[in-house]
């Protein structure tokens, strides 16, 4: 059974920093398919978005939102994908979640929680 499980969230204050780890069991990093990765976040009242994503290789790409403060990062023999969040902001603020590119719907985990707030 395949499962990412999101963790490293919390409150900051505006400008502050976070890192966010994914870690990912079962099969999905499986020497025949590593799948792109992405970070994703849902603030409430909105809908999903596409934060940051990188391929096997590691090249990236990110949101307008976050380009030049967000960095993600990922370490295929550990199964681990990260979001480093740096200069974050008051709309920042959101659950962020770890799945692959597109998404699988079975693989929505709790997500990690992140408050911005002075």
């Known amino acids: 059974q395949v499962q990412l499980v999101e963790s490293g969230g919390g409150l900051v204050q505006p400008g502050g920093s976070l890192r966010l780890s994914c870690a990912a069991s079962?099969?999905?990093?499986?020497?025949?398919?590593?799948?792109?990765m992405g970070w994703y976040r849902q603030a409430p009242g909105k809908q999903r978005e596409l934060v940051a994503g990188?391929?096997?290789?590691?090249?990236?790409n990110y949101a307008d939102s976050v380009k030049g403060r967000f960095t993600i990062s990922r370490d295929n023999a550990k199964k681990m994908v990260y979001l480093q969040m740096n200069s974050l902001r008051p709309e920042d603020t959101a659950v962020y979640y770890c799945?692959?590119?597109?998404?699988?719907?079975?693989?929505w985990g709790q997500g990690t929680q992140v408050t911005v707030s002075s």
């Open positions: 990188i391929t096997p290789g590691g090249s990236t």
């Open positions: 799945n692959t590119r597109p998404s699988r719907e079975s693989l």
């Open positions: 079962g099969s999905i990093f499986s020497i025949f398919s590593i799948p792109v």
